[in-house]
Every structure is written in structure tokens, then in C-alpha cells.
């Protein structure tokens, strides 16, 4: 069925405003954007007072720890993962899993995202959330070796393997995957030596959690005499398909092996802040020339899904990094949630154009709080809200109309996910 997106404005690649309306073909793709009130089409959605712009891209992220929002914060990190984390998700099950994954999607529907990267377990229930929701990812197993006897590890990435060949081209194509070792200090380097040569061969990107804290670099330089950036070049870690999250702690020969190697970085400013991880540099790195993306990281420790926050905290923050109010401009945050992410997945999204999948969000502009409207971008990234997105489409499927989800049970599964984290966490305890 073709759908026409029609009344509003459209935020094009260049990042200009546009008067313009969204023609989306049979085949899920963009047919035509201008004037096409001539146009017919199987269904319209109303996009006047709004505007129209590509769906936003979440590229890290921990779905299913939607479960354990607000359960343990104001901690470090690595506190926060040893005493209160990892034991819950050690008890997790896959219909947990699965609701958690749910509670996500409706989450990131609703705040217009409509691609996500998860790296995560029990992987086959993430796959089945992305279907029913309707969105797109590109998912994988995280793997960890620490505290493992080798055959349990190499058991680890043969699923991580398996896990990537099996879930590739799901859900009609929306889904992708990826070999996720979660990252260079928490997996054996004779594990690495291994595997990553396999998943290359296999033509499997590549994504890890790479410099979040100084302990983790330091970890890296006192174990093998080197900065971690040289350790996973060395291993064959950094590629033109591989994107690491964080990034925080990079020199700036880390910055210039990562431009060099083409290998993208996702900042997650929220949660970086919220565990005093420390303030990537974003300006540096976009300097460099590297891509970077924006992610929520999991809800634990964010403690929401919404990219229009990790909007405005990485250009604040952005601006805090460099020492300067002209850092990370309004224009750079929007593309880092959009161009930024699809080039960091890998994937055709995050631009309105002709032949590209309609994955869009419809931003309705005339709230207060988006009042006088100098300058659309601006609002975007400094004053929009997940709750001002009135329509989601992916893949030219309409997922939310007028603020209303089409495609999963809202209270169904705040309930389901209410009852299995209260559960998670008694077996926990």
C-alpha cells in the first residue's frame, strides 16, 4: 500500500527546511518528496504544523534493560554492574528478555526511533520484540569471557556467531546483525585472536564497548603495554563496519587510528554523565573525521530511550568537552541521531530522499515549549520532546498514528514488564 505524508515540512539531508510533502511506495521506500498534493495514495497521514524528519537511529543499546530502570543508580560503574546488575541479569530469562525488549520498542515508537543497535542475551526474543513492533535493528550477542573456563568463552562467541548468521535478514529485512564481544578488557585476548578473524570472513561487523572509563583503558595498557585503541587494531577490531560505543577516554592518536580505519563511535551522553564516566570529544572526533552516532545506552542507566534528550545532552555537553559554545552545533546533533547512526549501523536510513526506506517521525512543532519558531533545527535539538512525535513509519509501515501504537498492546506490555522485573529482581535477591 503507498502512503502519502502530507501538509507539513521536511528536514532534508543537507539539514534545510523544506516545504514538501512524502510519497512512500509499495515496496516500503520513498517515491517522491515536493509538492505532491496531485499525487494519490492508499493512505495519508497529516503531518500540518509539523515537521517531517528521518527516523531516529538509537545506535547503542541494552533493550531489555528497560527491566531495571531506576532499580540502582547514583553509583560508578563498575559498582553499579558488580553489586547490583550483573546479579539480576545473571537470573534473567528469556520471556524477561522479551519483555523487556517490548517495553523498549514502545518506548523508542513513541519517541520516534525507529532504528535500534542491542547488544544483548537471549537474543532470538529481541529479534521477536523488533518483528511485532514493526521497527529495524541490527542486534547481536554480547559476549564476555571474564571469569570463564575456556570452553565456556569459546562457547560464548560460537553463539554470538550462530546468533548472527541465524537472526541476519529477519523480520522481512528489518533486522541485521552483528558479532558483539562487549569489550576488550572483558574478553581473552586469545578469544579475540580467534573469533574476530571469523566473523570478518563471515562479513559480520563488529561492536564493542570501547574507552568508557580510565580504569578500562588503563586495564588494557597495564595487560598488553599498549593504548587500547593500538590493542584492538592489533586484533583486527577496528574496521570500516565496526562501531564502538563511548569512546570517552581516546587520545588523539585514538581519534586519528579511529578516522583512519573508518571505524564509527556512538556517544551516549546520558549515560556517560550518569556514571561520571566522563565527557567524550565529539567535536575532536567529528574533526577527525569520524563518524559518530548517538545511543541511550540501557535504560538503567540513562534512565529513558528517548533521543531527543541525547540530542540536547551531547550538544551541551559537546560544548563542556571543547570549551566552547560553538561545539556540537544544533545541525550536528540532529545528523548524529539520523546520518550519523544509519552510517554507524551500516544501514540506508536516517535521510529523507527518493529510494530510501521510509523510515520517518512526524515532529509536531506547535507545542508552547516550541514557540516562537526561529529556527526548526534548533527545536530539534535543543527543545523537542519524544512526547511532541505525533506518527512513526518504518519501512513505509505506519507504527504510531496521532500518538496511538499500532503495532503492540501499550498496557499489555507494561504490565508484562511491570510483573517480570518485580519477579527478576526477587529471584535476584
Excluded at 281 to 307: E, F, H, I, K, M
Amino acid at each position: 500500500m503507498t502512503l502519502l505524508v502530507t501538509g507539513g515540512r521536511v528536514l532534508r539531508p543537507d539539514m534545510s527546511v523544506e516545504r514538501a510533502d512524502v510519497r512512500v511506495g509499495e515496496d516500503g521506500r520513498i517515491d517522491a518528496v515536493g509538492d505532491l498534493a496531485d499525487r494519490n495514495a492508499d493512505r495519508t497521514l497529516d503531518a500540518s504544523g509539523s515537521l517531517v524528519v528521518p527516523g531516529l537511529v538509537n545506535a547503542h543499546g541494552h533493550a531489555a534493560m528497560t527491566l531495571l530502570r531506576g532499580y540502582a543508580d547514583d553509583k560508578p560503574l563498575d559498582a553499579w554492574l558488580q553489586e547490583d546488575i550483573w546479579p539480576v541479569e545473571g537470573v534473567l530469562e528469556p520471556a524477561d528478555v522479551a519483555a523487556g525488549a517490548r517495553l523498549a520498542a514502545v518506548e523508542m515508537i513513541r519517541s520516534g526511533t525507529t532504528t535500534f543497535a542491542d547488544m544483548y542475551f537471549h537474543v532470538g526474543d529481541v529479534a521477536d520484540a523488533v518483528a511485532d513492533a514493526g521497527l529495524r535493528a541490527r542486534i547481536g550477542h554480547g559476549v564476555v569471557t571474564l571469569g570463564k573456563d575456556a570452553e565456556a568463552a569459546r562457547d560464548d562467541f560460537e553463539t554470538s556467531l550462530a546468533v548472527a548468521r541465524e537472526y541476519d535478514g529477519a523480520a522481512d529485512g528489518r533486522i541485521t546483525t552483528a558479532v558483539m564481544p562487549h569489550a576488550p578488557h572483558t574478553v581473552g585476548t586469545e578469544f579475540l585472536e580467534t573469533f574476530v578473524p571469523r566473523a570478518q570472513e563471515a562479513g559480520v561487523p563488529l561492536h564493542f564497548h570501547f574507552n568508557e572509563t580510565p580504569a578500562y583503558a588503563e586495564e588494557i595498557a597495564a595487560e598488553a603495554d599498549v593504548r587500547p585503541g593500538a590493542y584492538a587494531d592489533d586484533l583486527g577490531l577496528l574496521a570500516d563496519d565496526t562501531w564502538v560505543a563511548h569512546g570517552v577516554h581516546v587520545t588523539d592518536d585514538e581519534i586519528d587510528l579511529l578516522a583512519e580505519r573508518g571505524t564509527a563511535v556512538v556517544h551516549c551522553p546520558a549515560s556517560n554523565m550518569k556514571l561520571a564516566s566522563g565527557m567524550a570529544p565529539v567535536q575532536r572526533l567529528r574533526d577527525a573525521g569520524v563518524t559518530v552516532a548517538l545511543g541511550t545506552d540501557g535504560a538503567a542507566s540513562n534512565n529513558d530511550l528517548d533521543l531527543f534528550d541525547e540530542m540536547r545532552d551531547a550538544a551541551m555537553l559537546g560544548k563542556l568537552a571543547a570549551d566552547d559554545a560553538s561545539a556540537v552545533p544544533a545541525e550536528a546533533a540532529v545528523e548524529m541521531a539520523t546520518q550519523g547512526g544509519a552510517d554507524a549501523l551500516g544501514l540506508p536510513v536516517g535521510r529523507i530522499e527518493a529510494g530510501a526506506p521510509a523510515d520517518l517521525a512526524v515532529v509536531d512543532l506547535s507545542g508552547p515549549h516550541l514557540t516562537p519558531e526561529h529556527d526548526p533545527v534548533s527545536h530539534l535539538a535543543y527543545a523537542a520532546r519524544g512526547s511532541d512525535v505525533r506518527h512513526t513509519v518504518c519501512d513505509g509501515r505506519v507504527l504510531m498514528r496521532d500518538r496511538e501504537l499500532l503495532t503492540l498492546d501499550v498496557d499489555a506490555v507494561k504490565r508484562e514488564a511491570e510483573r517480570r522485573a518485580r519477579a527478576a529482581v526477587e529471584r535476584a535477591a
